[in-house]
């Protein structure tokens, strides 16, 4: 089992920056990849990005691509997620989510977060 808790979530101006954190706890969460979904008021749950067990391979949406960037730091447990350039379109409940392989199905996943709320103005 993994729990995953994010944190990092708020209400910004667009143009402004966020950074997520999803720590983890439970079995070796180095061993699992990371992802990021997000989901808006009314719509489907959607993938933003994925980062694979060491780090060395990552994923990104179109929607998202150059301005927000996906990390981990093994040590610590922790998945992180750098959004710059925020959009209004950008609000949205964000989920951590983990598995042994990154896919980009949300269905795919075992393991998520609570989620924590990001609402960016315009």
């Known amino acids: 089992q993994v729990q995953l808790v994010e944190s990092g979530g708020g209400l910004v101006q667009a143009g402004d920056s966020l950074r997520l954190s999803c720590a983890a706890s439970?079995?070796?969460?180095?061993?699992?990849?990371g992802a990021w979904f997000r989901q808006a008021p009314g719509k489907e749950r959607e993938i933003v990005a994925y980062?694979?067990?060491?780090?060395?391979?990552?994923y990104y949406a179109d929607s998202v691509k150059g301005r927000f960037t996906i990390s981990r730091d093994n040590a610590k447990s922790t998945v992180y997620l750098q959004m710059n350039s925020l959009k209004s379109e950008d609000t949205a409940v964000y989920f951590c989510?983990?598995?042994?392989?990154?896919?980009?199905?949300?269905?795919?996943?075992?393991?998520w977060g609570q989620g924590t709320q990001v609402t960016v103005s315009s």
């Open positions: 989510a983990a598995r042994n392989i990154a896919t980009v199905k949300a269905s795919d996943y075992a393991y």
């Open positions: 439970g079995r070796t969460f180095s061993t699992y990849a």
């Open positions: 980062i694979t067990s060491t780090g060395r391979f990552t």
